[in-house]
Structures are given as structure tokens and as C-alpha cells.
């Protein structure tokens, strides 16, 4: 069965530790260059990931924006990854190029490779539908990928859906609390132009959705880490409460009157992410609660000899972005 090369593309600013397992990760399932690029200097990762053969590292320091096609460094985050994307895009010798974050990770019961080699050369890009993690119980303090996975709601199931999910639905798109559709892999060297999700503008006639290929989504890795991103969405964008999708809008909104009340918050995001057995049964019978044989941590022992990770939702709180 003839076998695709498969690149990964990722603009990060995370926990060292998670950034670790994730690299770790993606390098075991076979990917042929990991192109990581930190939004700023995390000396940790630099460190164990600097010189590994497989994985090429940048950190976007003023002097990466001036040498970078984009010329400046583009002041929001999402024209940052654009920027990144299509430069690798534009010049990887693999066959695919995949965009994800590091909280993102790829999944399917198949073997990757195959199944980007057996795409018809007419297919220009592939989509992956993401899957978000949710809680069975109260959050493990040991470990911040706990849960299972959340999918996205069809239109067949969507009154009964939001019935389950109940006062947690205002805040939801489909079931999700991040965004609905998932991530894609490209074609590189084609003159493809590319977004974060997708092409730009959308190609529905040369894309595929990879059935059998999930994207698995730690939308905040901890309960502080969900909250404190949202809270810095409010500081640094103001008028995120009218940009966002409706349900991150209503999110935002919620938290605002919130503030100052950190258990409140964790209130919150627990309506959201934390399922009853009740809520967790009928999702489940109509298909939209999953569990996999995934193992996050898979490949830190070869990949890195002798680092230790640590996993637990105390030691990733400790990282703060400014």
C-alpha cells in the first residue's frame, strides 16, 4: 500500500510540557517534520526539541518577522498563523501539510500515511472533524487529558442534543464550545491559497472529509487555563463580544459578570464540560459521546530519553502567557 509524507504546522504558546507530549505524540503516529513555531520564548521546549532530526523550530522574535514573507509581525494571532501556514505550505517537500494547535490532536483507528495516499491527485485538501473533550466526573487534578470526546451534534439529533445538554446549550454550537468543523491538510507547492481551517476562499470541489480521521480538541486543558483564556480574549479584544460566533459571544458575556468570582467561573465551565450520567447516556446513544483508544502520552519515553513530563493540572497552571 503506498505511504504519504505528512508535515504538521503549529503556532504555539503553551505549557512546555503539553507542547512536549503533543511533539512526542504526532512524531510516534509518523509525521515527517513537525514545523512548531513559538509565539515566544519557551526555553524548555527549545531545549529538548531544538535539534530533534524531525522537527524544525522557530521562535517568532522580531528578527523572524523582519526575514518572514510577511514582512511585520501581524499584530492578532489567527493572521499570525495564517502568515506561517502558507509560507510552509508554499515550500514543504511532503506530500501533505497539516495545520492543528497543540492542544489538537490527530487521530483514527488507520494508518495516516494510507490513508493520505489514497486520495485521488484531483483532491487538493482533506478535513478532519474535531471532537471536543469533555468530563465524565469531576476533572483528575493528576492529568490534563482526562475525558472523553464530545461530536459534533447532527441536525438529526439537534432538539434532542440541546435537551441533553440543557442550561449548558445557550453557550454551545453543536455541542461544542470552541467552534464547529475541524482542521485540514493541503496540498503544498500547488499555489494553494490557505486559511486556518481551510482554503481561502473555500474549495469545496477539490476537498474531501476524512471520515475516519478525528481532531481531537483539549479546549482548555484545565478549568483555569479555559477560563483565563477567555478572560484574556476580554482584556486584550474588547469588541470579542461582538466578533465571536453567537456562543462564544454569550460565553463572553457570562464571564464578564463573573469576574472576580473564581469559583463562579469554575461553575461554568464545569455546566459546560462536566456531564451528568444522564446528559453523558444520551449523548451517547445517539452517537455524540466518544471514548478512543488514545494515549496522549505515547512516544515521550522514545522521542525524548530521559525528559520527564508532568502532566497534572497543578504544573500546567504554573505556565502563564503575559
Not at 474549495?203 to 471520515?211: N, S
Request: proline share 8%; aromatic share 8%; charged share 25%.
Amino acid at each position: 500500500m503506498p505511504k504519504s509524507q505528512w508535515d504538521i504546522v503549529a503556532l504555539a504558546q503553551e505549557a512546555p510540557d503539553l507542547i512536549l507530549a503533543w511533539a512526542a505524540y504526532h512524531l510516534n503516529l509518523g509525521v515527517r517534520r513537525i514545523n512548531l513555531f513559538l509565539d515566544t520564548s519557551i526555553p524548555r521546549v527549545e531545549a529538548v526539541l531544538g535539534n530533534h532530526p524531525r522537527v524544525r523550530l522557530a521562535v517568532c522574535d522580531d528578527a523572524f518577522w523582519q526575514n518572514h514573507p510577511a514582512g511585520a509581525r501581524p499584530p492578532k494571532q489567527g493572521p499570525r498563523q495564517k502568515a506561517i501556514l502558507q509560507d510552509v505550505v508554499d515550500h514543504s517537500t511532503a506530500d501533505w501539510v497539516f495545520h492543528i494547535d497543540v492542544d489538537e490532536f490527530l487521530w483514527t483507528p488507520d494508518d495516516l500515511d494510507e490513508l493520505l495516499a489514497a486520495q485521488p491527485p484531483e483532491i487538493e485538501h482533506v478535513a478532519t472533524r474535531a471532537q471536543e473533550r469533555v468530563y465524565l466526573g469531576p476533572p483528575d487534578p493528576g492529568n490534563i487529558f482526562d475525558g472523553a470526546f464530545r461530536v459534533q451534534t447532527t441536525r438529526r439529533y439537534l432538539e434532542d442534543a440541546e435537551a441533553a445538554d440543557g442550561a449548558a446549550t445557550p453557550y454551545l454550537q453543536r455541542g461544542m464550545t470552541a467552534y464547529c468543523g475541524g482542521k485540514s491538510a493541503f496540498r503544498p507547492r500547488i499555489g494553494l491559497a490557505v486559511g486556518i481551517h481551510g482554503p481561502k476562499p473555500p474549495k469545496p470541489a477539490t476537498g474531501r472529509l476524512l471520515d475516519t480521521l478525528d481532531l481531537l480538541h483539549f479546549d482548555g486543558l484545565t478549568p483555569k487555563h479555559w477560563v483565563n483564556k477567555r478572560l484574556r480574549l476580554l482584556r486584550q479584544q474588547p469588541n470579542a463580544r461582538r466578533n465571536e460566533t453567537e456562543h462564544r459571544q454569550r460565553q463572553l458575556l457570562k464571564m464578564d459578570t463573573l469576574q472576580g468570582d473564581p469559583e463562579a467561573l469554575r461553575e461554568f465551565y464545569l455546566l459546560l464540560k462536566q456531564y451528568t450520567p444522564e446528559r453523558a447516556g444520551t449523548l451517547e446513544a445517539m452517537g455524540l459521546l466518544k471514548t478512543h483508544a488514545f494515549d496522549p502520552t505515547i512516544g515521550i519515553a522514545t522521542e525524548f530519553p530521559g525528559v520527564d513530563l508532568d502532566l497534572s493540572m497543578d504544573a500546567f497552571d504554573t505556565f502563564k502567557i503575559a
